[in-house]
């Protein structure tokens, strides 16, 4: 098969491969990070939902416990600095919708434009990935769904009154995950991750999340193209 043979081809050891795994690792570590500070706050928002989401909290930071001995697997210091700047606008952008109490918003941050972008690149990566760090991460990916499921179905039940700032929130984040993407294209690379890959499996789970919630094809198309426009 041809991912195994790419696979075989990855010097897991070599200088090239450690610099930008340090900064891959770093970004699954603190993305995990934020996870649980989101689902945290967001127990707080939602206190009917208050224990599943505090259990999908526990998950993700069981997630960067993972992430973290893959990093010693390899002996890799993770590059947190650069992580933390990664995040920033993201972070950020739920830091203001939380303070304002906007559920919405930060479910479309936090259970769909994370959590599919989690989704894809973990699943693109696994075939190249060491046989520590894949076992770590096929682990991982299953509970990524979980939460996923989450926000879709909140935002699905609540779809009507929900559309409109849905839409909006999308609009504002959605391009932001471009800029994430050329940040880390280079390094992806290096671990066998196309940028073009990652592009095309994530626009395909954010639109079926898109379209579970209540989102019609053209809807999604049109949702879609406020980050395409920040893809080249």
Not at 137 to 166: M, P, Q, S
Request: charged letters at 30%.
């Amino acid at each position: 098969m041809p991912q195994l043979e790419a696979t075989a081809t990855l010097d897991y050891q070599s200088d090239v491969y450690k610099d930008a795994y340090s900064r891959i690792n770093a970004i699954v570590i603190e993305g995990e990070q934020e996870a649980f500070d989101n689902y945290i706050r967001l127990a707080d928002m939602l206190p009917e939902s208050q224990d599943e989401l505090k259990s999908l909290a526990k998950m993700e930071k069981r997630h960067k416990k993972g992430f973290q001995a893959c990093g010693r697997n390899l002996s890799v210091v993770a590059d947190m600095e650069f992580a933390q700047e990664f995040f920033s606008k993201l972070h950020q952008n739920f830091k203001v919708a939380s303070e304002a109490n906007d559920v919405v918003t930060c479910l479309v941050i936090q259970s769909l434009i994370i959590e599919c972008f989690a989704i894809s690149a973990y699943n693109i990566y696994i075939p190249h990935a060491d046989p520590f760090a894949r076992k770590i991460t096929e682990g991982v990916v299953k509970d990524e769904y979980l939460h996923l499921n989450f926000g879709e179905e909140w935002l699905k039940a609540h779809f009507e009154e929900c559309k409109d700032r849905i839409d909006a929130a999308n609009r504002e984040n959605l391009p932001i995950i471009w800029e994430m993407l050329n940040a880390v294209a280079k390094d992806a690379k290096v671990l066998n991750m196309e940028k073009e890959e990652l592009i095309e499996d994530f626009m395909i789970a954010y639109g079926e999340a898109l379209s579970n919630i209540g989102f019609t094809t053209r809807d999604i198309m049109k949702m879609s193209s406020y980050g395409l426009r920040g893809a080249a």
